[in-house]
């Protein structure tokens, strides 16, 4: 049975920091064992770049 994750990441000021936040986590979950389903950027309701990922793993 798969079992699902979402993770958001919130960054106030700086886009490229988000994404090698995003990437670092990307990486350490996937070593972990997750597997990526989706990863989405948007902006929250202060206008602060948001990043939601979806990870699932065997269970």
Request: charged share 20%.
């Amino acid at each position: 049975m798969k079992q699902y994750t979402i993770i958001s990441k919130t960054e106030y000021w700086s886009t490229n920091k988000l994404k090698r936040s995003v990437e670092a986590l990307l990486n350490k979950k996937q070593a972990e064992g997750y597997e990526v389903v989706s990863v989405s950027f948007g902006m929250n309701v202060w206008l602060a770049v948001t990043a939601f990922i979806t990870l699932s793993k065997e269970s």
